[in-house]
């Protein structure tokens, strides 16, 4: 089963926007990952986020995490049609290298 | 540096048949974990492999089996295929010790008929 769900399900937006998505999940975690998926095919790491951290930067990449709320956001700024994919969070509980997914977020960039 | 390999790319069976598939890990990368990925679902964690052992499995049933080489190499095995077996398999290997960031590899799409 799933760990958590991410909002929105789907997003559309144009080049040069930013896009925000959230993800929720349900029990204690160790750490929290963003992966990017094109086209069905293998996943990319995006950033890793430590339980013990608020918050990240990775290039145009923004990661937030509230433990108290079991949530995290993943902001992309300025993005490109390049961007477009699925995103997807994935927790790992303290002791476990497995990693939960959520439903994933379908991105949609335009030109 | 080769990352994640997984052969083969695609594969189509029909119910009842057995399937076998391989995964080589990122280089330095002891520990390999399976992943099946149905059609607009997030990956669902099958098992993981270390030194040669499943360390730990998810909610699949026995058909599903596999095998770590001393190569570090991985080998996914499901018997007796179910139309619902039908999905993106995915590999990812990451390096014991080390942060949990995990490599994927481009997956294998079975389809059953």
């Known amino acids: 089963s799933q760990q958590g769900e991410e909002d929105p399900q789907a997003l559309s937006i144009q080049e040069g926007e930013n896009a925000t998505m959230n993800c929720s999940y349900k029990?204690?975690?160790?750490?929290l990952q963003w992966y990017r998926q094109n086209s069905g095919r293998g996943l990319v790491h995006l950033i890793l986020?430590?339980?013990?951290?608020r918050e990240k930067h990775s290039g145009r990449l923004r990661v937030t995490l509230d433990t108290s709320k079991k949530s995290s956001s993943l902001l992309i700024t300025a993005s490109r049609a390049a961007d477009t994919a699925s995103y997807f969070c994935?927790?790992?509980?303290?002791?476990?290298?497995?990693?939960?997914f959520g439903t994933g977020t379908r991105l949609l960039v335009s030109p | 540096d080769a990352g994640v390999t997984q052969s083969p790319t695609h594969l189509i069976k029909t119910r009842g048949q057995q399937v076998t598939l391989r995964c080589s890990p990122k280089?330095?990368?002891?520990?390999v974990s399976w992943y099946q990925q149905a059609l607009g679902q997030g990956p669902q964690f099958i098992f993981q492999y270390y030194e040669e052992e499943e360390r730990q499995r998810g909610n699949f049933p026995d058909r599903f089996s596999g095998h770590q080489f001393p190569n570090y190499s991985s080998e996914l095995n499901v018997n007796a295929l179910l139309l619902g077996d039908s999905a993106l398999y995915l590999c990812?290997?990451?390096?014991?010790?080390?942060?949990?960031?995990?490599?994927f590899g481009p997956g294998t799409r079975l389809t059953v008929l």
């Open positions: 986020i430590r339980s013990n951290e």
């Open positions: 990812a290997s990451r390096e014991i010790g080390s942060s949990n960031e995990q490599f």
């Open positions: 280089s330095g990368h002891d520990t």
């Open positions: 029990t204690s975690i160790n750490n």
């Open positions: 994935a927790t790992d509980g303290t002791g476990f290298q497995k990693l939960v």
